[in-house]
């Protein structure tokens, strides 16, 4: 599964391990945290990534814009700033080339987004 995560600017890691502790309870383990390239340089997602032991891979707005069509909970937040429908859900169907599915659409909480998806298999 793929976790999508987002958050606004200067948002500490513990509040972003806590959100995805709560949104990943009883799944598979994740193959990393994904999230929109706008936000390589905000250290609470560095930090979370590195607490949970995951690779945290940064994503084009083009690869979110190609899932809008896919997004159960869009952003008007999001859509204004980075001109995409969604930053968690998107970046977590990204994650897998748009070949997967949500199974926890956007959860969100003290600034941060978290979505998860599974790849779909053929």
Request: hydrophobic residues 55%; aromatic residues 4%.
């Amino acid at each position: 599964m793929a976790i999508g995560v987002g958050c606004r600017q200067g948002i500490p890691a513990e509040p972003i391990v806590r959100l995805i502790g709560a949104a990943t309870t009883g799944l598979a383990p994740a193959i990393g945290l994904f999230t929109i390239e706008d936000k390589r340089g905000e250290a609470g997602l560095r930090e979370a990534a590195e607490s949970l032991a995951l690779p945290l891979v940064f994503l084009s707005r083009e690869a979110l814009a190609a899932m809008a069509d896919r997004i159960v909970t869009p952003s008007s937040a999001a859509l204004a700033r980075f001109g995409v429908p969604s930053v968690a859900e998107a970046a977590a169907l990204a994650a897998f080339d748009g070949r997967a599915r949500l199974i926890v659409p956007r959860r969100a909480e003290e600034g941060i987004t978290v979505a998860v998806a599974e790849e779909l298999l053929e």
